[in-house]
T-cell receptor, first 119, second 114 residues
Framework: AQKVTQAQTEISVVEKEDVTLDCVYE???????LFWYKQPPSGELVFLIR??????QNEISGRYSWNFQKSTSSFNFTITASQVVDSAVYFC????????????????FGQGTILTVHP | NAGVMQNPRHLVRRRGQEARLRCSPM?????VYWYRQLPEEGLKFMVY????????ESGMPKERFSAEFPKEGPSILRIQQVVRGDSAAYFC????????????FGQGTRLTVV
C-alpha cells in the first residue's frame, strides 16, 4: 500500500522568510513518481513538479526547490523568500512508476499543508 | 487546447436529491480519473475510467455513487440521494493513451448538500 504523510498541518510565516514543507512517503514499488501540487484559495490544483524515483538530483525552479532523499523516503519542498501569493494548501502525492501502463492518473495524496504568508 | 473542463463549478443539492458532475477531458485524452476532497483533507482517488469502461473503482463508495465515460460526451459522476457527508470538492483528471504522460486536473466541482 502507498502512503504519503505531510506532518505539518499549518505553517505561518512572514513575507521573505524561507519555508520548508515536509513530505514522507511509503511504497513497496521500486519505481515511482513523486509530485507537489499547489491549491490556492480559488480551489484549483496547480501542478508544481514531478520527480522520478531514479533521479535524486535536487531541483530548483525560481524560488522553489525540492530535496528528494530516497534513503529517508522524503521529498521536501522549500520556498525561498516567501511571498503573500504563496499562501495556499500544498499537497505531496505519489504514484507507481508502472501500474500496468494504465493508471498514470491514480495518485495517493498527503493531507496537505496550509501555508499562510503574512505581509 | 482547452484544459480539463468540469461543470458545474458549484452545485447545491438538498438531501435526497441527485447530483450529476460532468468532466470533459482534454482533447485526445481517453483516461479519466475522479477524486474527492472532503473539507480540510487531501484528495482521495475514487474511480478510473476509459471510454465505455470502468477500469478501477476501488475508491468509490459502494452505494449511491456511480460513474460513466460514454463513447461520446463527458464523463459523469452521479451521486444519488445525497447526504450532508457528500459535501466535498470533486476533481476530475485526464490523461492521454500514451504512457508516461501525467494527468491534468480540472478546476473541480464543489458540491454542497443542504
Amino acid at each position: 500500500a502507498q502512503k504519503v504523510t505531510q506532518a505539518q498541518t499549518e505553517i505561518s510565516v512572514v513575507e521573505k522568510e524561507d519555508v520548508t514543507l515536509d513530505c514522507v512517503y511509503e511504497t513497496r514499488d521500486t519505481t515511482y513518481y513523486l509530485f507537489w501540487y499547489k491549491q490556492p484559495p480559488s480551489g484549483e490544483l496547480v501542478f508544481l513538479i514531478r520527480r522520478n524515483s531514479f533521479d535524486e538530483q535536487n531541483e530548483i525552479s525560481g524560488r522553489y526547490s525540492w530535496n528528494f532523499q530516497k534513503s529517508t523516503s522524503s521529498f521536501n519542498f522549500t520556498i525561498t523568500a516567501s511571498q503573500v501569493v504563496d499562501s495556499a494548501v500544498y499537497f505531496c502525492a505519489l504514484r507507481p512508476g508502472n501500474a500496468g501502463g494504465t493508471s498514470y492518473g491514480k495518485l495517493t495524496f498527503g493531507q496537505g499543508t496550509i501555508l499562510t504568508v503574512h505581509p | 487546447n482547452a484544459g480539463v473542463m468540469q461543470n458545474p463549478r458549484h452545485l447545491v443539492r438538498r438531501r435526497g436529491q441527485e447530483a450529476r458532475l460532468r468532466c470533459s477531458p482534454m482533447k485526445g485524452h481517453s483516461h479519466v480519473y475522479w477524486y474527492r476532497q472532503l473539507p480540510e483533507e487531501g484528495l482521495k482517488f475514487m474511480v478510473y475510467l476509459q471510454k465505455e469502461n470502468i477500469i478501477d473503482e476501488s475508491g468509490m463508495p459502494k452505494e449511491r455513487f456511480s460513474a460513466e465515460f460514454p463513447k461520446e460526451g463527458p464523463s459523469i459522476l452521479r451521486i444519488q440521494q445525497v447526504v450532508r457527508g457528500d459535501s466535498a470538492a470533486y476533481f476530475c483528471a485526464s490523461s492521454p493513451q500514451e504512457l508516461n504522460t501525467e494527468a491534468f486536473f480540472g478546476q473541480g466541482t464543489r458540491l454542497t448538500v443542504v
